[in-house]
Every structure is written in structure tokens, then in C-alpha cells.
């Protein structure tokens, strides 16, 4: 589920231009693992649990948030937060008080399943590199975002380059979104572990992903400069814009037929023009440019 909002500035002659929007998503999928039991340690319910248990566990919490109908590719990611829910924590019953600790979100970098998920294991019969995803390969090194957490309520992990960079590079490419893992910076020591809200809580304390960024701009419609046959080639040119791919289709009638694509062209790095070469054969044949 995610809800988005807009900001429209009037520009020159009064012609307003969308400058930003704001999609706000709750996690599609979560879970714990444990370093004990190294199991499945899928909960089911309203909780998923991270930091030092009183005996001795590790815990760490994995979560997904899907953009892929909030943030449209091509958009430019300005900041984002994340805003999870603490609510439980260890008591002092045994006379040692529960420890507060500095929580970091990394970037995952392999897929992962929200039921069979597991300290060995990112899913059923598929290992992660390391236990308890502790490889490089498994998580970025790199934090992506921190909250110091102490007592039960809500925390907001704020908007840092590395986070943006993170939601960035899945809006250009949704199938590289596996996540973050959350982990305690003390997760070995006792009772810093805490249980955050799940996407199974009630919905005023599920986990949220807050994104700010700006729409892509619309694509200028290409416009074809047909050059001289050379070498038995159909030749055409266009002002390609930087960062959109392009796909050249043909069709054997005007205004009669389905276009089939000939060439797909990947997105130039800056504005350039693009020349496109096709075989000349018997009968007419049209073209056309097209980009999303």
C-alpha cells in the first residue's frame, strides 16, 4: 500500500510544473533470523526482532519496501526516511536493565524469502554467503541509514547520500530491490534486541518508507532526419535525450499494421543525436521512434 502527493510551483506566465512528490509505502516483507536456533525464525505476526537476546542470540531483521508503483523510473530521488515502530523491549526482571544501542540499516544484495529466510539461509535450500548474511556479497558494508534506539515508540531512520543512493538504484532497477537488514551495532551484548512492528501490526505502526523525489521529465517526441541510402541501408537520424532508452520499430503500411520493434537502443549518458541504418528491401517500409 503506499499514498503519494505532489508540489506544483507556478512558473513563468503561470504555467505550473510538478518540482517534487512524496510517495510513502509500508514493507511488502520482513522477517528475523536467529543465531540461535539457525532455523526459520519466521514470526507470522504483528513483530520481527533485532539486537542481543538475555541469553546470548543475535537477532537480525530484514525488510522490503516495493516502489515500483510509487516512484516511476526515471524519477530523481531528493531524500527518504524509514519509520519503524519499537514495541517491545526487554525487561530487568533478572536484575540487568534492558541496554539501548545504535541500530544501522545495510543494503541486502541478494534476494531473500520472507518465510523461509533464516540465519544460514536467505531461502529454502539457498545459502547465504556467510551466515546471518554477514558477507560482503550479502549485505553493503556500507550504512545506509541509523537510529539510536532506547524505549519503546517510534524512530525515524533519516535520510542520508548513502539512502538515497540505495532507493535510487531501485527505482532504475526494480529486480536489484532485496531490502535492508537491520542490526544492532550491539548486538552482542545482552538485551539490546528489540521487537519492531511488522507489516502484519496494525496499520498506524507498520514500517513505512517515506520517498521524496522529482517525476522524470516527459520525453521530447524524437524527430527522424532521413539520410541518403548508403551501401544499400535505410538511414535516419534524431536528438536523443540523456538517460532515456530508445526503441526503432517498422511497419510495412502507413496507416495499416503492427509495429515490430528493430533495434533497441540503450540510454546515451548525455544528449546526443543517434543515426539508425536498416536494409533496404523490396516494397515501402515506415518507421518510428519511441521512448517511455
Given at each position: 500500500?503506499?499514498?503519494?502527493?505532489?508540489?506544483?510551483?507556478?512558473?513563468?506566465?503561470?504555467?505550473?510544473?510538478?518540482?517534487?512528490?512524496?510517495?510513502?509505502?509500508?514493507?511488502?516483507?520482513?522477517?528475523?533470523?536467529?543465531?540461535?536456533?539457525?532455523?526459520?525464525?519466521?514470526?507470522?505476526?504483528?513483530?520481527?526482532?533485532?539486537?542481543?537476546?538475555h541469553d546470548g542470540q543475535i537477532m537480525r531483521a530484514l525488510f522490503r519496501f516495493d516502489l515500483s508503483e510509487a516512484v516511476p523510473v526515471g524519477a530523481v530521488v531528493r531524500s527518504a526516511?524509514?519509520?519503524?515502530?519499537?514495541?517491545?523491549?526487554p525487561d530487568g526482571s533478572d536484575s540487568v536493565p534492558p541496554q539501548n544501542s545504535l541500530f544501522e540499516l545495510h543494503r541486502v544484495l541478494q534476494g531473500w524469502d520472507e518465510v523461509s529466510v533464516s540465519w544460514n539461509e536467505r531461502s529454502s535450500g539457498v545459502p547465504w554467503t556467510a551466515p546471518g548474511a554477514s558477507a560482503a556479497g550479502d549485505v553493503a558494508r556500507a550504512v545506509s541509514s541509523s537510529a539510536f534506539v532506547s524505549s519503546l515508540g517510534s524512530y525515524t531512520f533519516g535520510s542520508s547520500d548513502a539512502l538515497v543512493a540505495d532507493i535510487q538504484a531501485w527505482v532504475n532497477a526494480p529486480g536489484t530491490n532485496f531490502g535492508w537488514l537491520l542490526q544492532s551495532q550491539g548486538e552482542t551484548t545482552p538485551k539490546t534486541a528489540r521487537l519492531f512492528a511488522s507489516r502484519e501490526a496494525a496499520e498506524g505502526i507498520r514500517p513505512t518508507l517515506s520517498v521524496t523525489f522529482d517525476p522524470p521529465v516527459p520525453a521530447t517526441p524524437p524527430v527522424l532526419t532521413v539520410l541518403p541510402v548508403a551501401n544499400g541501408q535505410v538511414r535516419f537520424s534524431f536528438s536523443a535525450e540523456a538517460s532515456r532508452p530508445y526503441v526503432v520499430e517498422a511497419r510495412d503500411f502507413f496507416g495499416a499494421g503492427s509495429w515490430g520493434a528493430v533495434l533497441s537502443l540503450p540510454a546515451p549518458t548525455s544528449a546526443t543525436v543517434l543515426t539508425v541504418t536498416n536494409p533496404v528491401a523490396g516494397g515501402a517500409k515506415f518507421f518510428r521512434v519511441r521512448t517511455p
Open positions: 500500500m503506499f499514498a503519494a502527493s505532489t508540489a506544483l510551483v507556478v512558473g513563468v506566465g503561470g504555467v505550473a510544473r510538478v518540482r517534487a512528490a512524496t510517495a510513502v509505502v509500508t514493507a511488502v516483507a520482513d522477517g528475523s533470523i536467529s543465531s540461535s536456533p539457525i532455523g526459520p525464525t519466521y514470526l507470522g505476526n504483528a513483530a520481527v526482532r533485532a539486537g542481543g537476546t526516511t524509514i519509520t519503524m515502530q519499537v514495541t517491545r523491549m
